[in-house]
């Protein structure tokens, strides 16, 4: 099956404590992005990345850090300077280019990281 | 700096009701724009894709509009289903950008 997997589904970080969600997609899309969603909000973009080896800030990146080595593979790492890191978090992929369903967002399950 | 918003924030209605769900957003130089919807606690699925250029889209029982110059689109459903319920988000990108800016969602519920 094609499609975004996001592990852990939960994860429990203690103070200080960098940790690391995984996002993998197979479905052969260049731009990855990494979400946050708070209750009550939208989801608020926090890296990006539109091809291997290149990645940009979105609107809230500070205290987070992302890689981008291989296509399928763009690793959230949620660092101990992010001061409210409780969120739920999605990872999502798109193809890119001008034809019609290109830049169609695809999401994963998400992940619920929970700051103890 | 372009703002989703959607209204109602939670809507109640009974099973077998068609309803209207809007987007508005603040400016109207958008590339496309995109319906979700979010089961609790789970990951977010694709609706409807509408280009800037389309006015609507059609997927069973939804249909997504688009009105850019007023800049608002809205989704409709028909004869609503108990398993219809979950919130529904928004999403627009503009044309000089790669992101897409989402709504806060509406939370529907539809009661058997």
């Known amino acids: 099956d094609g499609g975004i997997t996001q592990s852990p589904k939960y994860l429990f970080r203690k103070e200080g404590q960098n940790v690391t969600l995984s996002c993998e997609q197979n479905l052969n899309h260049d731009a990855m992005y990494w979400y946050r969603q708070d209750p009550g909000q939208g989801l608020r973009l926090i890296y990006y990345s539109q091809i291997v080896n290149d990645f940009q800030k979105g609107d809230i990146a500070e205290g987070y850090s992302v890689s981008r080595e291989k296509k399928e593979s763009f690793p959230l790492t949620v660092t101990s300077a992010q001061k409210n890191p409780t969120a739920f978090y999605l990872c999502a992929s798109s193809m890119r280019g001008n034809r019609e369903h290109h830049n169609e967002q695809f999401f994963g399950p998400g992940t619920r990281l929970t700051v103890l | 700096k372009q703002e989703v918003t959607q209204i109602p924030a939670a809507l109640s209605v009974p099973e077998g009701e068609n309803l209207v769900l809007n987007c508005s957003f603040t400016?109207?130089?958008?590339?496309?724009l995109q319906w979700f919807r979010q089961d609790p606690g789970k990951g977010l699925t694709s609706l409807l894709l509408?280009?800037?250029?389309?006015r609507e889209q059609t997927s069973g029982r939804l249909n997504a509009s688009l009105d850019k110059s007023s800049g608002r689109s809205t989704l409709y459903i028909a004869a609503s289903q108990p398993g219809d319920s979950a919130t529904y988000l928004c999403a627009v990108r503009g044309n000089y950008g790669q992101n897409f800016v989402f709504g806060p969602g509406t939370r529907l519920s539809v009661l058997p």
């Open positions: 509408i280009q800037s250029s389309q």
């Open positions: 400016d109207s130089a958008i590339y496309n």
